[in-house]
């Protein structure tokens, strides 16, 4: 009996697997979309009856779809050079990382999903290319966050950050993280280096050349491609906050949208707290701008459900459905 349940486990676990992931990612993000207080909340928000509201809604969607659809396009050329993909394959496993990774701190697991729809034997080198992609879109965050810090300063010196006036403090590591991240992003051989010389990542060593063999310029198309995602999300965020008619300018609403976004990245969480988390850090940095605190965690649950769990649901179709390869 015990050898016939082993049995089936090895020759059945990658359908085990994808049905667990199916079943729990779904159940997870049911809950969090269908029965959590703000989500209620948001549906009953009358001003949603508005044409231009609406309109403002359709394109924070398209916006969407454009956003992992960059994300697609930088992982198939990260793939590419060892895994010819299709873009609807690179964007079918963008999805189903976005739903493996809904259990994971931060997302992290995003790879995860990802590294299923290459071969098997490619699936080492699928990691280390999404962790690159990762990282180029960790970078362009990290550099926007540091100019949003030092926006605010400029020009709205009068807050919370200037009045203890422990500016210095903060600008100072910021923009020396910011080069340092950056620098190494550059210098991203280093990496392969370090695990050459690593006993226990040497066995990584023959997929690590691959860290290598990405040239100067196509670590920077990565990130031009992530910065651009990065406009993506600010706009979106802007829409949002037009549609739940928050009293802040332009200029205020970037500024708060880029911090939000760099302070939500470096706080360790999971996504079963992650909504809250954001509503919370988006609350705190717009509302040097404005009082309008339920609106302002409004937007940034609805930014949140539209960008990574209806993404997650499509993604838990992809996983239900796909024949990983072995």
Known sequence: MKNNILFFFKTHYFTIIKWLIFIGSLLF?????????????ILNYSKFSNINNILYLLMVLILMTINWGIESFKWKLAVNKFNQITFFKSYSAILSGIAVSI????????????????????????????????????????????????????????????QNK???????????????????????KWFSYFIENWKFLKKYSDSAKLLNSYKLKELFVFLVLSIIRYFVFLLQFYLLIKVFNIDISFLQSIIASIITFYV???????????????GTVASIFFGFFSNMQTEIIFASTLLWIINIGIPAIIGNIFVAKYKFQK
């Open 166 to 188: 422990i500016n210095w403090l903060i600008n100072i590591p910021v923009f020396v993280v910011a080069t340092i991240s950056t620098l190494l992003y550059f210098k991203i």
């Open 29 to 41: 993000i049911i809950n969090k979309i269908f029965f959590q207080q703000e989500f209620k909340q």
């Open 264 to 278: 939500s990245t470096i706080i360790p969480t999971f996504a079963i707290a992650e909504i809250g988390v954001r």
């Open 103 to 162: 259990f994971m701190p931060n997302r992290t697991g995003e790879f995860v999903g990802r590294i299923f729809f290459l071969k098997s034997e490619n699936r080492v080198k699928g990691t280390i290319a999404s962790i690159i992609t990762s990282y180029s879109q960790l970078i362009a965050t990290i550099i926007f966050g540091s100019i949003g810090i030092l926006l605010l300063y400029i020009f709205y010196p009068v807050n919370v950050l200037t």
